[in-house]
């Protein structure tokens, strides 16, 4: 069965500490990894798009990467305005259907 | 600003009475969906438009239906809401058949089932 899986489900890090948050994924074939924040009461705002393994995306503190099982969304010095659920979705290639995670909620402490 | 906008933001209805949520889009794009979200849950594919085209995910309930009678707008109706559907309902467009197929979404409506 297709899955996508993220981890950790909550993250409360210090102003300025570092980190990451992982989607691992199982899927026949895959079109696309996305990445997406929620804040609360808010619909998922688009991040990033991954497409091959290797391939990694840098847009201010937050950098994504990308292997053949997992993706991994990295997190530098993070701020409290950083402070959401991060969802991670992923599309098959076979039907194109798309397949998100749980979420990671993140909080960042000032 | 190209957007995705869902009314009402929140809307309140009883066991059993329908209710219609919208989706409307100024992006032109082809593909929209419609998402249920619980809390603390991802969410949960309902069914998607590839133009007119409408494709309904299995487990989807049959209490759930939805028009696209263009583009640019799209809506959900429950038929008889119970208290399990309570939850927010997501509408998001794409683009298909390009490079980038990442979806945009909207706001969301919370609905409550009293």
């Known amino acids: 069965e297709d899955q996508v899986t993220q981890s950790p489900e909550a993250l409360r890090l210090q102003e300025g500490e570092s980190s990451s948050l992982n989607c691992s994924y199982t899927v026949s074939g895959l079109r696309g990894l996305f990445w997406y924040r929620q804040d609360p009461g808010k619909g998922p705002e688009f991040l990033f798009t991954?497409?091959?393994a290797g391939e990694e995306k840098e847009k201010e503190r937050l950098k994504a990467t990308l292997t053949k099982k997992e993706s991994f969304l990295h997190i530098t010095a993070p701020k409290p305005e950083d402070s959401a659920t991060y969802l991670c979705?992923?599309?098959?290639?076979?039907?194109?259907?798309?397949?998100f995670g749980k979420g990671t909620r993140l909080h960042i402490l000032p | 600003d190209a957007m995705v906008i869902q009314n009402p933001r929140y809307q309140v209805t009883q066991f059993g009475k329908p209710v219609t949520l919208s989706c409307s889009q100024t992006l032109n794009h082809n593909v929209m969906y419609w998402y249920q979200q619980k809390s603390s849950q991802a969410p949960k594919l309902l069914f998607h438009?590839?133009?007119?085209?409408?494709?309904n995910e299995a487990d989807t309930p049959d209490n759930f239906q939805s028009r696209r009678p263009n583009t640019s707008f799209c809506f959900l109706d429950i038929r008889s809401p119970g208290l399990g559907d309570a939850a927010m309902y997501l509408c998001?467009?794409?683009?298909?058949?390009?490079?980038?197929?990442?979806?945009?979404f909207g706001p969301g409506t919370r609905l409550t089932v009293l």
């Open positions: 991954l497409y091959s």
């Open positions: 438009y590839y133009d007119k085209d409408f494709n």
């Open positions: 979705a992923v599309q098959e290639r076979r039907d194109d259907k798309i397949i």
């Open positions: 998001a467009t794409s683009r298909a058949g390009t490079p980038y197929n990442e979806q945009f």
